[in-house]
């Protein structure tokens, strides 16, 4: 019994017959597949790159450089009419504050290049004139950067006013002929003279103390181009007063400094303490000095 073959019938046959074809068939296909790619590896051709391809994709796409500014890159940084305009002017001329006539008011610009002229409206620009600091309260621009500042706010008035930087020191625009070189000279010997002056009275040796602060030592030029710049909207370019505001000149250097302490302080001394407290609070005492110094050379009108 035990050595009796297994009997199959018709249908296992087929099966059977079948299921070795199919298996043979998957055989076959991986082998070919397995030749194929065995084929490929061998006949495919290697990308080979040169030293130089290789210094270029391991180069760095930038890379930053500190070192002196050539004068060529100096120039090219140089700012344009309408850059000046941006940075400084706008503020002011855009919103018209503390009476600024607005860059595109063509009536009010006509106005004053009619009554004033080119050159005192660049006299005013240059030197400061009412609540406008000199040169905007940025004295890093130049005379001409200045100069081409107007006139671009003049043009943006639709003003023919005629001036331009090639023919500006020959004729000023406005039918006047631009001032000598003798009375050029003789202006900023007169604006020496005054700032000496100013200094001089500034800075008079007094041996005053307010709160343990030598006002002797004060600067009022270094108050007056980085200081004060934060008062004039307030105060006026001449301590004058705009608007609400008081006017502060005609007090001491000693005034000036006693009230600067109490607002860097956080005392209360008036109506406007909200307002001041927060733009003393971080003065420092030589900051407070050189305003006393400065604010003490305004004459009170």
């Known amino acids: 019994m035990a050595n009796q073959p297994i009997k199959m019938d018709a249908g296992n046959k087929v099966l059977l017959f079948i299921s070795a074809i199919a298996l043979a068939g998957a055989v076959i296909f991986l082998v070919a597949q397995l030749v194929n790619w065995l084929g490929q590896m061998g006949t495919a051709e290697r990308t080979t790159i040169t030293e130089e391809q290789l210094t270029e994709r391991l180069t760095p796409a930038g890379r930053v450089e500190a070192g002196p500014v050539d004068a060529a890159d100096e120039e090219a940084a140089d700012l344009s009419p309408g850059d000046v305009y941006q940075n400084v002017c706008a503020a002011c001329h855009d919103t018209g504050a503390s009476g600024a006539p607005i860059v ?75 001032a000598s070189e003798e009375e050029e000279a003789a202006a900023e010997e007169e604006a020496a003279a005054e700032e000496a002056a100013a200094e001089e009275a500034a800075t008079n040796g007094n041996g005053e103390t307010v709160n343990g602060i030598d006002l002797a030592a004060g600067d009022a030029t270094r108050a007056e181009n980085q200081l004060y710049g934060t008062c004039i909207a307030c105060h006026g370019a001449r301590g004058q007063g705009v608007g609400i505001f008081p006017a502060i000149a005609g007090n001491t250097a000693e005034f000036i400094a006693g009230r600067l302490v109490a607002y860097r302080a956080g005392e209360t001394v008036g109506d406007d303490t909200h307002l001041m407290a927060p733009n003393a609070r971080n003065l420092s005492d030589q900051d407070i000095a050189d305003l006393s110094a400065y604010i003490a050379t305004f004459d009170e009108s």
Do not use: C
């Open 104 to 178: 595109d008011d063509t009536d009010e610009w006509s106005s004053r290049f009619s009554d004033k002229g080119m050159d005192t409206l660049f006299d005013h620009s240059i030197n400061g004139f009412n609540a406008m600091p000199a040169k905007g309260g940025d004295p890093s621009l130049s005379d001409d950067e200045v100069r081409q500042a107007v006139a671009y706010m003049l043009d943006q008035a639709d003003v023919d006013h005629g001036w331009s930087p090639d023919n500006g020191a020959a004729e000023n625009g406005n039918g006047e002929e631009a």
